[in-house]
C-alpha cells in the first residue's frame, strides 16, 4: 500500500513569513513528486512538480525532495493571505502513472 | 495551458434518478482521465482511471455498476452515477494527463447534492 502522509495542520503563519509544508511517502520507487494547493470547494491546481534530488525554485515556492528521507517539502516565502489554502502533496511511482495523493495541510496565513 | 472543462459544475438530482457529469479536454488529447470523489475536509479519493478505448479501471470498493464511466474519445470521459442516493453527495473532479505530460490537469469539479 503506497502511502503519502502530510499533517492536516492547521499551520497558522503570519503574513510575510516563510510557511513549510512537508510531505513523507512509503514508496522508494517514486519518481515524480507534485504539490497542489486547493482552496476551499474548488478543485486542486498544480503548484511545483520535482523528479530530481535538490530543490527547486519557481517565484515565492521552492520543492525540496530528498529521495533517501523519502520527503518532499514546499517552502513558501513572504506568505501572503491569499495563500490561505490545502496544499496536497502528489507522489507517483515509476511506470504507473497513478498520483497517489496526501491528505492534504491547511494553511492559514494571518495579516 | 491544458484547459480541462468539466460539467455541470453543480447538480441537484433527487434520489433515485441517474446523473451524468462530462469532462472535456480542450486543448489536448487526455489519453488517461482519472476520477476523484471528495467529501468536506477530506482529502481526494481516486474513484477510477480510464484510459481512450478501455474499460476503465475502478479503485478497491468503488462500484463499477453504480459509477459508469466511459472514455470513448481522446478528450471526452463521463461519469454517469446512477440511482443516486443522499450518500452520493460529493465533490466530483476529474483530471486529465497527455500521453506525453507527466502533470494532470483537474477539472473544475462538480458538487452533487441527492435530494
Known amino acids: 500500500q503506497k502511502e503519502v502522509e502530510q499533517n492536516s495542520g492547521p499551520l497558522s503563519v503570519p503574513e510575510g513569513a516563510i510557511a513549510s509544508l512537508n510531505c513523507t511517502y512509503s514508496d522508494r520507487g517514486s519518481q515524480s513528486f507534485f504539490w497542489y494547493r486547493q482552496y476551499s470547494g474548488k478543485s486542486p491546481e498544480l503548484i511545483m512538480s520535482i523528479y530530481s534530488n535538490g530543490d527547486k525554485e519557481d517565484g515565492r515556492f521552492t520543492a525540496q525532495l530528498n529521495k533517501a528521507s523519502q520527503y518532499v517539502s514546499l517552502l513558501i516565502r513572504d506568505s501572503q493571505p491569499s495563500d490561505s489554502a490545502t496544499y496536497l502533496c502528489a507522489v507517483e511511482s515509476g511506470g504507473s502513472y497513478i498520483p497517489t495523493f496526501g491528505r492534504g495541510t491547511s494553511l492559514i496565513v494571518h495579516p | 495551458g491544458a484547459v480541462v472543462s468539466q460539467h455541470p459544475s453543480w447538480v441537484i438530482c433527487k434520489s433515485g434518478t441517474s446523473v451524468k457529469i462530462e469532462c472535456r479536454s480542450l486543448?489536448?488529447?487526455?489519453?488517461?482521465m482519472f476520477w476523484y470523489r471528495q467529501f468536506p475536509k477530506q482529502s481526494l479519493m481516486l474513484m477510477a482511471t480510464s484510459n481512450e478505448g478501455s474499460k476503465a479501471t475502478y479503485e478497491q470498493g468503488v462500484e463499477k455498476d453504480k459509477f459508469l464511466i466511459n472514455h470513448a474519445s481522446l478528450t471526452l470521459s463521463t461519469l454517469t452515477v446512477t440511482s443516486a442516493h443522499p450518500e452520493d453527495s460529493s465533490f466530483y473532479i476529474c483530471?486529465?494527463?497527455?500521453?506525453?505530460?507527466?502533470?494532470?490537469?483537474f477539472g473544475n469539479g462538480t458538487r452533487l447534492t441527492v435530494t
Open positions: 486543448d489536448f488529447q487526455a489519453t488517461t
Open positions: 483530471s486529465a494527463r497527455s500521453r506525453t505530460a507527466s502533470i494532470l490537469h
